[in-house]
C-alpha cells in the first residue's frame, strides 16, 4: 500500500497542494527540454538530407564552444569570434565531405553512422588539442540569474535559450520551405536519385547541410557552455539528444522541439516526484523509457515520416 | 603459405558442408589452436598474457555475441555494456551465494541470466527498426547500470559499491581471485572462447543461422516464407546475450578481478561494437580480428612515442591517442567498410591464384 501510495497518489497531491513549485518544475522542464532540442536538431537536419545518423553532433557542439572560448581568450572580442568560429564550422563541413563522407558513398547506414563515431574520436581529441581540456567559462553576456514573474522563479539563460530555440527554428523553417537551396535540401532528403537525375549537386548539399548543423551546434554549444561552463562533458549531451530524437522521429525538425518539450518536461516531473522513491539519479535512463514508450505506439516516432513497407 | 584443394574430392554431403572443406586449412587451424593453449604460457610474460591476450579473448567472446545480432540478425545494439554487466553481477552473486559451485557452471550461467535480460530489451524490437532500435537499446544500457548502482544486493551490500571476483578452482587449479596465475586464467578463457566460438559457428551455418540472415536482408519476404520473426528475433537477442553475459562474467572474474558498474558503461558498449565492424560484420573470424585490432591499438599508440625517443605530455598523448584512433577507424571504414575478415578473404583469393592472376 504504502508504494502503491507513493507511486499513484503522493506525487499528485504534491502537485495540487503546491501549483508554484509544479509551475517551476515544469517551466524548468520545458526549459531542459528546448536546449535537448537544440542538440537533436542538428542530428536531423544531417540524417534529413543525407541519410547520416551523425553521432558526433555532441562533439561538433563541444568543438563549437571549446573554439568559440578560445578565441575569446585571445581577446578577440564576441561578434568577431562568432563570426570565425562560423568559418571554422563551415571549413569542418568542407573537411568532412572531402574526406569522409565522398568515399562512403553508397554504403549501408552502419558503415556510415560508425565513421561518425571515429570522426567523434578524432574531434574530441583535436579539440582539447587546439584549445586545451582544462574547464573554460563561456561568458556572452547573458546572466544566468533569476527573475520573478507572477510569483514562480524562471532563469534568465533559461528564457534565452528557449528564445534563442524558437528564432532558430524559425529561421531553419523558412530556409527550407522558402530558399532554393532549402527546396534542393528537401528534394534530396526525399530522394537522392531523383535529385541527382534532375541536376541537383550532391556534394555541395551535403557541405551545406554539415555546414548549418555546424552553426546550430554552435548555438547549442553556447547555451550549454553558459550553463555548465564548456569541458569535455559537454559532448555526452549527445546522449541526451537520442530520446528527443526517437520520439520526435529522426526526419521531423518540429518534431525536434516537440520530442524535447515532452522529453524535458516528463523527465524533471519524474526526477522530483518519482525520483525519491528509486533513489534518484534516474534521468540517465527515463528518457529512454519514455521514449520507447512512445515507441510502441508509433514506431517511426511523433512526426517521423510514415514507414512503408514492400518487399 | 601457397595451397590448392587440387585432388581432393569430396565425396560425400558431409565433407562437403564441412567447415574447413580444404584439408590444408584444417591442418593450420588445428596447429594455431595448439599453439594457441601451448606457446603463450611458454613464452608469454605476465604483462603480455595480463594485458594483451586475456582481453583478447574475453573481447572476442563478447565481439562474437554482438556480431550474432548485429551482423548476422541485422539488429543494432547499443545495449552491449548492460547485458555484460548483467552477466557479471550475475556471476558475481551466484559464485558468492553457492561458493561450492563449479566456476564455469557459474559462467554459463550467468550468461543464461544475461539471455533472459536480452530478451526482454529485445521485445521493442519486433516493433521498431534500425537506428531507432540502437537508440532503444541504449535504455538497456542506461538502466541496467543505473540498477546494478543503486541496488546494494547486487554487490552484496559492499560499501564500496563494487564486486570482487572470489577464488575459485577449476579442476585444483585457482583461476580466479587475486591468487590465481595469469597463465590459469589464459587458459581458462582460452577453452571458453574456443568452445563458445566453435558454437557460434556451427549456429550460423545451420537453420537458425540462416533464419536470422533471412530476418536481416529482408524481414517481411523473411516472413512470408515462413520464418517467424518473433521466435527469431528473440531468439538472437538471447544468444547474443548470453555470450556477452559469460564475457562480462570472464571480464570481472578472469581480468579485472573487481569492477564497478563503469567499467561497464557506454563507452564499452561502443568498443565491443567497433571490435564488430573493423573485423567484419556476420563474421566469425572478424570478431577475433577485430577483438585483436581494438586491443592492441592502444597498447601500440601508448608505447610506440617512447620507442622512438619522443618524450610527450600525458595530456598531449592522450588526445593525440584520440586524434589517431578515430582516424584509424575512419581509414579503416574507407579502405575496407566490410572489415579485415573481408581484407583476409580477399587476400587468400589472391594467393590461390599467385603468381598466375588468370
Known amino acids: 500500500m504504502e508504494i502503491l501510495y507513493g507511486v499513484f497518489v503522493g506525487p499528485f497531491r504534491d502537485m495540487f497542494t503546491a501549483p508554484g513549485f509544479l509551475a517551476e518544475v515544469l517551466i524548468g522542464g520545458i526549459a531542459a527540454g ?44 564576441i561578434p568577431i569570434a562568432l563570426v570565425l568560429t562560423m568559418l571554422v564550422m563551415v571549413a569542418l563541413a568542407f573537411a568532412i565531405e572531402r574526406i569522409v563522407l565522398r568515399p562512403l558513398v553508397n554504403q549501408e547506414q552502419i558503415i556510415l553512422f560508425m565513421a ?72 534530396v532528403a526525399d530522394d537522392h536519385e531523383a535529385a541527382l537525375s ?11 547541410v554539415w555546414s548549418v548543423a555546424g552553426i546550430v551546434a554552435i548555438v547549442a554549444g553556447i547555451m550549454w557552455g553558459a550553463k555548465s561552463g564548456v569541458q569535455f562533458s559537454l559532448s555526452l549531451i549527445a546522449f541526451k539528444a537520442l530520446p528527443v530524437l526517437i520520439l520526435g522521429g529522426f526526419t521531423s525538425v518540429p518534431g525536434a522541439i516537440v520530442g524535447g518539450l515532452i522529453i524535458g518536461v516528463g523527465e524533471k516531473l519524474a526526477e522530483v516526484y518519482w525520483g525519491p522513491l528509486v533513489g534518484g539519479a534516474i534521468e540517465n535512463w527515463f528518457a529512454y523509457m519514455m521514449a520507447l514508450a512512445f515507441l510502441l505506439f508509433r514506431p517511426q516516432g511523433l512526426f517521423g515520416e510514415r514507414i512503408i513497407e514492400r518487399v | 603459405m601457397i595451397y590448392r584443394e587440387a585432388g581432393q574430392f569430396k565425396t560425400t554431403y558431409a565433407s562437403d558442408q564441412a567447415i574447413f572443406p580444404i584439408a590444408q586449412d584444417r591442418w593450420v587451424v588445428l596447429v594455431l589452436l595448439l599453439a594457441a593453449f601451448v606457446v603463450p604460457p611458454l ?44 552477466g557479471a553481477y550475475s556471476a558475481f552473486k551466484i559464485s558468492t551465494a553457492f561458493p561450492g559451485l563449479n566456476i564455469l557452471l557459474v559462467f554459463v550461467l550467468s550468461g543464461v541470466i544475461a539471455a533472459l535480460v536480452g530478451v526482454v530489451f529485445g521485445v521493442p524490437s519486433l516493433r521498431i527498426k534500425g537506428f531507432y532500435l540502437a537508440v532503444a537499446t541504449l535504455a538497456a544500457q542506461f538502466f541496467l547500470l543505473w540498477l546494478f548502482n543503486k541496488v546494494a544486493w547486487f554487490t552484496n551490500y559492499a560499501s564500496s559499491g563494487t564486486i570482487t571476483a572470489p577464488p575459485r578452482t577449476v579442476l585444483g587449479l585457482m583461476v580466479t581471485g587475486p591468487a590465481a596465475t595469469a597463465t590459469a586464467r589464459y587458459l581458462t578463457a582460452l577453452a571458453l572462447v574456443v568452445l563458445f566460438a566453435a558454437i557460434a559457428k556451427n549456429l550460423v551455418r545451420g537453420r537458425v543461422g540462416r533464419s536470422w540472415m533471412a530476418i536481416r536482408d529482408r524481414d517481411i519476404a523473411a516472413e512470408i516464407i515462413g520464418i517467424r520473426p518473433l521466435r527469431t528475433k528473440l ?38 561494437l567497433f571490435m564488430v565492424i573493423i573485423g567484419g560484420l556476420g563474421s566469425i573470424l572478424g570478431s577475433f580480428l577485430g577483438a585483436g585490432f581494438i586491443v592492441l591499438v592502444p597498447i601500440f599508440l601508448t608505447n610506440a612515442p617512447e620507442k622512438i625517443g619522443l618524450g610527450l605530455p600525458v595530456a598531449l598523448q592522450k588526445q593525440i591517442e584520440l586524434m589517431v584512433f578515430g582516424g584509424l577507424i575512419l581509414f579503416f571504414l574507407i579502405v575496407e567498410p566490410h572489415g579485415l575478415a573481408r581484407l583476409w578473404q580477399i587476400t587468400k583469393e589472391k594467393l590461390r591464384l599467385w603468381p598466375f592472376p588468370h
Request: aromatic share 12%.
Open chain 2, 43 to 86: 613464452v608469454a610474460n605476465e604483462y603480455w598474457l595480463q594485458a594483451v591476450m586475456i582481453p583478447f579473448l574475453i573481447y572476442a567472446l563478447a565481439a562474437i555475441g554482438l556480431n550474432l545480432l548485429t551482423g548476422y540478425a541485422g539488429q543494432l545494439s547499443l545495449g552491449t555494456g548492460g547485458f555484460m554487466a548483467a
Open chain 1, 198 to 208: 534532375i541536376g541537383i549537386p550532391l556534394k555541395t548539399i551535403w557541405v551545406v
Open chain 2, 235 to 272: 531468439l538472437a537477442f538471447a544468444i547474443s546475450s548470453f555470450y556477452c553475459g559469460v564475457a562480462g562474467a570472464e571480464l570481472v572474474f578472469l581480468y579485472l578481478g573487481s569492477v564497478e558498474t563503469l567499467a561497464f558503461d557506454i563507452n564499452l558498449s561502443f568498443l565491443v
Open chain 1, 34 to 77: 528546448l536546449m535537448y532540442s537544440l542538440v537533436a536538431l542538428g542530428f536531423v537536419l544531417i540524417f534529413k538530407a543525407s541519410g547520416v545518423f551523425n553521432f558526433a553532433q555532441g562533439v561538433m557542439v563541444l568543438f563549437a564552444a571549446l573554439t568559440l572560448v578560445g578565441l575569446m581568450e585571445r581577446g578577440i572580442p
Open chain 1, 116 to 187: 561518425t563515431i571515429g570522426l567523434n574520436f578524432f574531434l574530441e581529441g583535436f579539440g582539447e588539442l587546439l584549445w586545451g581540456s582544462n574547464v573554460k567559462k563561456l561568458d556572452v553576456g547573458i546572466p544566468d540569474s533569476s527573475f520573478i514573474v507572477a510569483g514562480v522563479q524562471v532563469n534568465k539563460l533559461e528564457m534565452t535559450a528557449a528564445i534563442t530555440a524558437a528564432v532558430l527554428v524559425a529561421i531553419l523553417a523558412v530556409f527550407f520551405q522558402k530558399t532554393r537551396m532549402g527546396r534542393a535540401l528537401r528534394a
